[in-house]
C-alpha cells in the first residue's frame, strides 16, 4: 500500500501569521525522506493553505510523484497545465466548506467532464476522480476516462470517530464491493479524507485498494511529536 502525503495544512500553519514557516517545501522533504511514495496537494480556489508557488516549488524540489487535488475549473487546469504535477485528482469544491464534504458528483456532469480531462491527459497526467464509493459514480468515471478513482473514506471516518460500529461495518462493505468494482472495470484504485492512526487499518486490508493519501492526521500528530523539540530548542537559546 503507498502513502501519498497531503503537506495542505503545514501550510495551514504558516498562513495563520502570513509568514514563511512552516514550509510545505520543507515538509515535503522530510516526508520524502521518511519513504512516502507521494506528495499529495491541494490548491483551492480561495488559496487557504497552499497555493500555486508552493506546487512549483514542490514539483522542482522532490523527486517522488506529486499529485495535485483540485477543482475540475479552467483556471485550475491551466495551473495543472503549466505546472504538470505527475497526477491531477478532481474534487468538488465549496468555498464556505471546511473540507472536502463529499465525492465529486461525475453522474450529474458527465460531458463536462469527459471534455476537461482530454488535455490533462494528453499532457502526459494521470486523472484521479474523488468520488464517494458508489457503482453509478465508478461507471460514470470510466465512461468520462479517467485512469483512476479515490474513493472518499469521509464518511467511513465519521462514523468511526462517533463510535457507530455498524455504520463502520456497512461503510467498510461500500468501500470493499467499490474498490473491486472499479478495479474490475480496469480502474486504479485509491482513497483517503479523515483517516487517522486509530481507524486506517481495516482501510489498509482492502486489496483492490493500492494508496492511501491522508494529510490532517499526520500534520496533527507531527505538530505534538516535536513540540517538546521545539521548546527545548527555544529555552537552550533563553538561556
Ligand atoms: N484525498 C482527497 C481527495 C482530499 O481532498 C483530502 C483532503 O484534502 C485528502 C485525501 C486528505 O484528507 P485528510 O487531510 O483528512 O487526511
Redesign the pocket.
Known amino acids: 500500500m503507498r502513502l ?1 502525503v ?1 503537506i ?2 503545514v501550510a495551514t500553519v504558516r498562513n495563520a501569521r502570513r509568514t514563511f514557516e512552516p514550509d510545505p517545501v520543507y515538509a515535503a522533504i522530510l516526508a520524502q525522506m521518511a519513504g512516502a511514495d507521494q506528495i ?1 496537494l ?1 490548491v483551492r480556489e480561495d488559496r487557504r493553505h497552499v497555493n500555486e508557488d508552493d506546487l512549483r516549488r514542490i514539483i522542482e524540489t522532490v523527486h517522488i510523484p506529486v499529485n495535485l ?1 483540485m477543482a475540475p475549473t479552467e483556471e485550475m487546469r491551466n495551473i495543472a497545465l503549466t505546472y504538470r504535477p505527475n497526477r491531477v ?1 478532481l ?1 468538488p469544491e465549496r468555498r464556505e466548506e471546511i ?2 464534504e463529499g465525492g465529486l458528483d461525475v453522474v450529474s456532469q458527465k460531458e463536462h467532464l469527459k471534455e476537461f480531462i482530454k488535455p490533462l491527459k494528453e499532457a502526459g497526467i494521470e486523472v484521479s476522480l ?1 468520488i464517494d464509493p458508489n457503482l453509478e459514480q465508478i461507471k460514470a468515471s470510466v465512461w468520462v476516462g479517467a485512469d483512476a478513482v ?1 474513493l ?1 473514506t ?1 464518511t467511513y ?1 465519521e462514523v468511526w470517530n462517533s463510535f457507530d460500529w455498524e455504520g463502520v461495518k456497512r461503510e467498510l462493505a461500500k468501500l470493499r464491493a467499490s474498490a473491486k468494482f472499479a478495479k474490475s472495470l480496469g480502474l486504479r484504485v ?7 492512526y486509530h481507524n486506517v487499518k481495516p482501510i489498509t486490508e482492502i486489496k483492490e485498494i493500492e494508496e ?8 496533527a500528530n507531527a505538530v505534538l511529536l516535536g513540540f517538546e523539540r521545539a521548546v527545548k530548542d527555544m529555552l537552550k537559546l533563553l538561556k
Not at 485509491?190 to 487517522?196: D, P
Open positions: 501519498g497531503n495542505d495544512h499529495t491541494h487535488e485528482t474534487v473540507t472536502t474523488f479515490e472518499h469521509g471516518a485509491y482513497a483517503g479524507h479523515g483517516l487517522t492511501l493519501n491522508i494529510g490532517h492526521s499526520i500534520v
